[in-house]
């Protein structure tokens, strides 16, 4: 294998996802991208969708293991399992780059990279963050003995960055981060992969400034705020009868989800909240054409891609003031800032959004912002360059 081309490269991704059979129309396309435009193989190991393990071929290589109830058991899985799958893919497939989805899954790659050195193997790793490396883990729900987690993360998420060979982060804050803790590293930011295509294509029903539904998507933990959005709905209301919220997204904290209902009656907005649990791309793109504003109340993100996806459609956001957010939204120009947890903000934002007369222009101008943040094209071409750094960099200190 030459060391400047990236063509013929065997990429391993450690990943944290889970994934059907067959993939969605979005993750198919986020496959096939990557293996025929860069004319690379590529294994994917992640859970699966239940207690049964598969193997499958769809564009790059499947290899779930099971996702077992408890999250103690998955950690397990995960620093146990994981590591003898990597070793044996690098073995028997001959990986040259491992891309680790966070730096926590990137130890169990780490020990199989060191593991496979005592082969006589050599392979590149890269590790990746998509938002802070702690504080949002907290935020998703109640957690014993933090004290103790917070060293485990600490001590894991050091031992992967130590044998990385180049990182990928997703936000000025989120690289700012990495590079505090691995200053010497190479280091690539972009975003994540999103359909962009069924976004921009979505064809709107009516213009910004006639729409009445305020649309909020993401999982349903503590840190998105979503209780929050409903307290400024509430007192949004009486001021716009016929306004309505949607909010769209799996119930990963079911107490937290079941709390948000309460809320919902408590507030007595049952009539004008429906909750939705979830939604192919396309469905969520036409949700999102309804909108006079999406909102993410969010305490902790990395650069969140619902967020250039609400703006891809032309729909102004209305979002949290952290991490990677503002690199995206310039208050009252594409979309509104308002700090993490503060209703009487939120509940500002929202009235200007309903009262804005130029609120078809901020819509416009978002969406031309999000044209230029995000294509399939240019998150293909700089997965490339970033499997060509990791691979060089190794070669180079292979060298030394």
């Given amino acids: ?88 893919l690098i073995m028997t497939k001959d990986i040259h780059v491992m891309i680790a989805h966070d730096p926590y899954i990137g130890f ?11 082969f006589g193997k050599r392979v590149a790793l890269v590790v990746e963050t998509r938002g802070d490396l702690q504080a949002g883990f ?27 060979d180049a990182l990928r982060a997703v936000s000025r804050s989120s690289r700012d981060e990495l590079a505090a803790l691995a200053p010497d590293k190479p280091m690539r930011q972009f975003m994540s992969w999103t359909d962009s295509e069924v976004f921009l294509n979505a064809v709107p029903e009516q213009s910004v400034s006639q729409r009445r539904d305020i649309v909020y998507a993401g999982v349903l933990v503590p840190r998105k705020g979503v209780h929050h959005l409903l307290e400024a709905f509430a007192q ?17 904290n079911a107490s937290y989800a079941r709390q948000l209902r309460q809320q919902t009656q408590r507030l007595a907005l049952e009539t004008r909240v429906t909750f939705i649990d979830h939604l192919s791309q396309a469905e969520l793109a036409s949700y999102m054409m309804r909108g006079r504003v999406f909102v993410l109340p ?14 891809l459609c032309g729909t ?29 903000a939120l509940f500002d934002a929202l009235h200007v959004a309903f009262s804005e007369a130029s609120i078809d222009d901020i819509g416009a101008r978002a969406r031309d912002v999000a044209k230029t943040y995000f294509s399939p094209t240019a998150y293909v071409r700089q997965y490339g360059d970033l499997f060509l750094t990791a691979w060089q960099q190794l070669n180079r200190n292979v060298a030394k």
């Fill in 298 to 311: 969010t305490y902790a993100e990395g650069l969140p891609k619902v967020v250039v996806e609400a703006m």
């Fill in 236 to 252: 949004l209301a009486p001021d716009v009868p016929d306004a309505h919220l949607w909010i769209i997204g799996k119930a990963s």
């Fill in 138 to 164: 907290f935020m998703q729900r109640k957690i014993r003995l933090q004290g103790m987690y917070r060293i485990l993360m600490s001590l894991t998420a050091r031992y992967a960055l130590k044998h990385a």
């Fill in 1 to 88: 294998m030459t060391h400047d081309s990236v063509a013929g490269l065997r990429i391993c991704w450690v990943d944290t996802m889970r994934y059907t059979q067959p993939l969605s129309r979005s993750q198919a396309k986020k496959w096939q991208r990557l293996t025929d435009d860069l004319a690379v193989d590529i294994f994917v190991t992640s859970f699966a969708p239940g207690l049964r393990p598969r193997r499958f071929t769809q564009h790059a290589h499947f290899y779930l293991y099971p996702q077992l109830p408890v999250a103690m058991l998955r950690y397990l899985t995960a620093y146990l399992v994981v590591p003898l799958l990597m070793l044996w």
């Fill in 316 to 344: 102004p956001v209305i979002a949290s003031a952290v991490d990677g957010i503002p690199e995206i939204i310039e208050h009252g120009k594409t979309g509104y800032l308002v700090p993490p947890g503060d209703v009487a």
């Fill in 108 to 118: 169990a790659a780490a020990v199989a990279k060191q593991a496979a050195r005592l």
